[in-house]
């Protein structure tokens, strides 16, 4: 596919936007990470920390990060919490070079493991994980449930999902000035570094129609979830769900 704008999220079935999305993390891979702290104001890091800060991890300390891109979920969480051992997925390979060369710069090689692959059938064993979280990765997937549904089969009883994304569900102050920036400001701004105009379009539009809080806690509920709770970040910018697996020892079950 090689648009310079894509067609609105809401008008693809589910196999136009998986190709989309592919066809967006196997370009714009060398820039993303200057591109993600420099259209959010740096919040990204903010976000990411605010979800690494609510993690409970019980003895075995495995954490799951899908759609880990260029890993920096998954290399803040091995930062923060020493002892734990920690698994990316991502489908997009470009993506997960770029991560694991910052595993390696990091020296964190021993306890980051990346791997190519579907949230939708991840390649791991059920209920190996003690937090399974996935950061601005459920925006771009379209069958959300049944990823949700596989971080529960992945997650041990007990365990904590967590879905942090942005979205529009701003403060009524800053509504007009958040969607004129997403319609407006953040393509422009994108296309300066950026020649593929169509990606950052993309950006805005998939958030401007990613599910509201209370939606996306209903579809953590159906995913199975117990206990769903949400925060609002950054002027409701972006929202942290967590929720959590069904089951599990009065230890494990500390951590929602
Ligand atoms: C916006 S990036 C987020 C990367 C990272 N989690 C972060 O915090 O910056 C979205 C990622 O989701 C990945 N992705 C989208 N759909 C996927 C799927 N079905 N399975 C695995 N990864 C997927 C993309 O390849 C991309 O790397």
């Known amino acids: 596919m090689k648009e310079s704008r894509y067609p609105p999220v809401t008008t ?7 190709a989309v999305v592919r066809d967006i993390f196997g ?16 919040r990204d890091v903010g ?7 609510l993690m409970r991890f019980g003895p075995a300390g495995r954490f799951l990060d899908v759609a880990t891109g260029t890993a920096d ?4 969480a091995a930062r923060r919490y020493r002892g734990i051992s920690v698994t990316g997925v991502d489908m997009a390979v470009r993506m997960l070079r770029i991560g694991m060369r910052k595993v390696e710069e990091a020296g964190l090689s021993g306890r980051i493991r990346l791997v190519a692959g ?16 996935i950061a601005f990765g459920l925006r771009n997937i379209p069958d959300k449930i049944g990823a949700l549904k596989e971080m529960v089969r992945a997650t041990a009883p007990g365990g904590q999902v967590m879905v942090l994304e942005m979205t529009f569900d701003p403060a009524p102050f800053f509504r007009p000035l958040y969607g004129f920036y997403l319609r407006k400001i953040l ?9 593929r105009t169509g990606t950052y379009h993309y950006l805005g539009d998939s958030i401007m129609h990613f599910p509201g809080p209370r939606a996306l806690a209903a ?12 925060h609002r970040l950054t002027f409701g910018t972006a929202y942290l769900h967590i929720g959590r697996v069904p089951g599990g020892t009065a230890q494990h079950r500390g951590g929602v």
């Open 27 to 42: 370009t714009v891979h060398r820039r993303y990470d200057l591109m993600n702290h420099l259209l959010s104001f740096r």
């Open 187 to 195: 393509p422009r701004i994108a296309a300066l570094l950026q020649p």
């Open 47 to 53: 976000w990411r920390n605010a979800a690494i800060r």
């Open 73 to 76: 979920l998954a290399l803040a």
């Open 118 to 133: 579907d949230a939708l059938s991840l390649p791991l064993t059920d209920g190996s994980f003690e937090v399974s979280a």
């Open 12 to 18: 693809l079935s589910a196999a136009a936007h998986k």
């Open 219 to 230: 579809l953590m509920r159906e995913a199975g979830l117990e206990a769903v709770r949400f």
